[in-house]
């Protein structure tokens, strides 16, 4: 009788190993797709905020030093967003 519950219990141990090496081979894979998009994200925001101060500079040059300190703030913001994803994912 032991011998048929010490089989039944290395087999499953052997499958609650299969799954959780599964889990985590999928959770890595999602854990991916969810840093990909973060920094995709990111990088449209910074690169949206670039182009709308380098266009709001040509339009009033004398705004110039209003535009870049607005401009760092909303990108630090952005990047801040990715480096979230980053960590998280």
Same mark, same amino acid.
């Given at each position: 009788?032991?011998?048929?519950?010490?089989?039944?219990?290395?087999?499953?141990?052997?499958?609650a190993? $299969?799954? &959780?090496?599964?889990?985590?081979? #999928?959770? =890595?894979?999602?854990?991916?797709?969810?840093?990909?998009?973060? %920094? +995709?994200?990111?990088?449209?925001?910074?690169?949206?905020?670039?182009?709308?101060?380098? $266009?709001? &500079?040509?339009?009033?040059?004398? #705004?110039? =030093?209003?535009v870049?300190?607005?401009?760092i703030?909303?990108? %630090? +913001?952005?990047?801040?967003?990715?480096?979230?994803?980053?960590?998280?994912?």
């Amino acid at each position: 009788m032991f011998e048929i519950l010490a089989a039944t219990d290395a087999t499953a141990v052997a499958e609650a190993t $299969e799954a &959780v090496t599964e889990a985590v081979k #999928a959770t =890595g894979v999602t854990g991916s797709i969810t840093s990909a998009l973060g %920094a +995709l994200g990111g990088a449209l925001g910074v690169g949206l905020i670039g182009y709308k101060a380098c $266009e709001s &500079v040509g339009r009033n040059p004398e #705004a110039s =030093g209003k535009v870049l300190i607005q401009s760092i703030l909303a990108m %630090a +913001l952005a990047e801040g967003v990715a480096i979230l994803c980053l960590i998280l994912g």
